[in-house]
């Protein structure tokens, strides 16, 4: 990309992935530099070590905005540029058969808090808007107004499970529980589902007989804390490529998916 990345970022606790990438760019693996970092949690831990860097910093509190709208969604204020038919169609993060009223309110509630996100990032000229820890789901609203050059994908996150197994919020139980012989992390781009959107890095450990819950818990950060940070390298580098692929299936049909491609350095 040519100088350092301006990274953003989204927290909603202690920000150790944050603190790693933080890191990765001061000691110069990474070539950029946090501009801001915000959180949808007042009590988020991480901010305090975030503005010990002087590191702007900012809070959207969703629990309040969505108690607000819970006490009357006809009185909210929706955001005006707000298409509620837009987003019902983009988005996947609802089944076909959800209850329509509770999708409607969902993603109403989201705007309602994203738009103030929106707000709070506006002073802020960013290349990229890392999720690190952030426990919202992003609507097709939010996600359209920093993905607005067609193929540029500049959202990314960590999910603790080897995606496209256990999305959701809890990946390290949902990894356990379920008797996997291996767990690990994805790193990917955010599209408009739940965990779903082209994976860019994962990394795997080893569960054995005397593991719990906690113990593959504390392998998955190790490996997260190193592998969002080569891929936060990768994407300051100018490596990652999004693609359409298309693959042919034995009934005559195709499965099409956008992926990503990492690129080989031009040698020097």
């Not at 009590?43 to 900012?58: C, D, N, Q, Y």
């Not at 994908?153 to 995606?163: E, S």
Request: hydrophobic share 40%; with cysteine.
């Amino acid at each position: 990309m040519g100088g350092k990345i301006r990274i953003g970022a989204l927290i909603s606790g202690g920000g150790s992935n944050l603190q790693a990438i933080m890191d990765a760019c001061e000691n110069g693996m990474i070539s950029g530099e946090i501009v801001f970092a915000g959180s949808d949690n007042p009590a988020a831990s991480g901010l305090e070590k975030i503005r010990s860097r002087r590191i702007p910093t900012f809070v959207v509190d969703y629990g309040s905005i969505i108690k607000q709208f819970k006490k009357g969604p006809d009185k909210a204020v929706l955001p005006e540029d707000f298409d509620l038919d837009d987003v019902l169609a983009k988005q996947s993060l609802f089944a076909t058969d959800s209850d329509p009223e509770k999708v409607r309110n969902f993603l109403m509630t989201r705007a309602v808090a994203e738009a103030k996100l929106l707000e709070a990032m506006e002073p802020y000229t960013f290349d990229l808007l890392v999720l690190a820890g952030f426990m919202r789901n992003l609507t097709p609203y939010f996600i359209d107004r920093i993905n607005t050059v067609p193929g540029s994908l500049r959202i990314m996150n960590i999910h603790p499970a080897l995606l496209p197994a256990f999305p959701g919020i809890d990946g390290y139980g949902d990894t356990f529980r379920y008797g996997c012989k291996v767990g690990g992390c994805t790193v990917h781009f955010v599209d408009y589902g739940e965990d779903s959107g082209p994976i860019i890095g994962q990394a795997a450990y080893e569960i054995t007989a005397d593991d719990t819950i906690e113990t593959i818990r504390a392998k998955g950060l190790k490996l997260e804390w190193s592998l969002y940070s080569n891929c936060v390298r990768l994407f300051a580098e100018g490596l990652l490529q999004t693609v359409r692929m298309t693959h042919p299936l034995k009934n005559g049909r195709t499965y099409e998916r956008t992926v990503v491609k990492i690129t080989l350095p031009p040698k020097k």
